[in-house]
């Protein structure tokens, strides 16, 4: 047996892949990041003149929410 191939038998012989988040709980996980980033996204749009590290900030807190909540969904 080579050593590749027990290496694959060793991977395969491994525990399967668990979740850390249940499936059960992806809609509401898609529901509340997508709100809390559509929420920052307009906090970004509609503030009057911020400082660029605000601005910065509240882009990135918008981004983050929105790419984790696009995960879930």
Not at 3 to 28: C, D, K, M, Q
């Amino acid at each position: 047996m080579s050593a590749s191939s027990e290496l694959y038998a060793a991977w395969s012989a491994g525990t399967p892949f668990a979740p850390p988040v249940p499936v059960s709980a992806h809609p509401i996980l898609a529901i509340i990041t997508m709100t809390a980033g559509l929420f920052f996204a307009a906090k970004f749009g509609i503030a009057q003149k911020p400082e660029f590290i605000h601005d910065l900030a509240t882009s990135s807190a918008s981004a983050v929410f929105l790419g984790f909540g696009i995960v879930f969904l």
